[in-house]
């Protein structure tokens, strides 16, 4: 998709983070992941939906046999804010007992989604569980939760694109930019 294309129009025309940039940070974390991750049970797991793109990218740059499954989440319906209800929309379809686990999301916030379902995931019987993400927010954090491995942090803003949602639109954005607050106030 071509930066003067519809959907750019509606972002802050500094991309916050390159399609570029984006792929070669992915390429340095694969190659870390891999390395941590030798002669482990690795599954990797998928945080619907925003994380769609990151996973897509990310599970081809471990060097490694896994496997994958994904889970759905109660996301902020149409706010830019978390409601800080936490709900599984969907859940895994394999067994994770024994098995480490990698969540593979997009961004953290508050850290509500994912302490959470860290906790759920724990219960189960996994052997570990880390989480890769792509954005993360520290200044929005409302619970200690800390990712193994992390692409950007990133000021507060409300960002979309490469899978990141405002109301379910711009997810097919190819570059990660700040939504103009025009949109959504
Ligand atoms: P948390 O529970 O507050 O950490 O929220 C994490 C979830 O909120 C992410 O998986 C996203 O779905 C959503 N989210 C948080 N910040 C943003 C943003 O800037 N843009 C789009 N979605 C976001
Ligand atoms: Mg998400």
Do not use: W
């Amino acid at each position: 998709m071509d930066k003067t294309s519809r959907l750019y129009q509606d972002i802050e025309p500094e991309l916050l983070i390159t399609r570029e940039q984006i792929a070669a940070r992915v390429k340095e974390l694969g190659a870390q992941i891999t390395k941590d991750y030798e002669g482990r049970k690795l599954t990797c797991l998928s945080i619907l939906k925003g994380s769609i793109l990151f996973f897509a990218d990310m599970i081809r740059e471990i060097d490694l046999p896994l496997t994958i499954d994904f889970m759905q989440t109660s996301s902020y319906g149409e706010d830019t804010k978390s409601s800080g209800v936490v709900r599984i929309l969907k859940d895994l379809d394999h067994s994770i007992a024994r098995r480490d686990v990698l969540i593979i999301e997009d961004i953290i916030d508050s850290g509500l989604t994912l302490s959470y379902l860290k906790r759920v995931l724990a219960d189960r019987g996994a052997s570990s569980i880390k989480i890769v993400t792509l954005l993360d927010k520290p200044e929005g954090r409302r619970v200690e939760l800390n990712a193994e491995y992390v692409g950007f942090e990133i000021p507060k803003a409300f960002v979309v694109g490469y899978g990141l949602d405002y109301a379910e639109v711009y997810r097919n954005l190819p570059d990660i930019g700040i939504l103009k607050p025009c949109i959504y106030e």
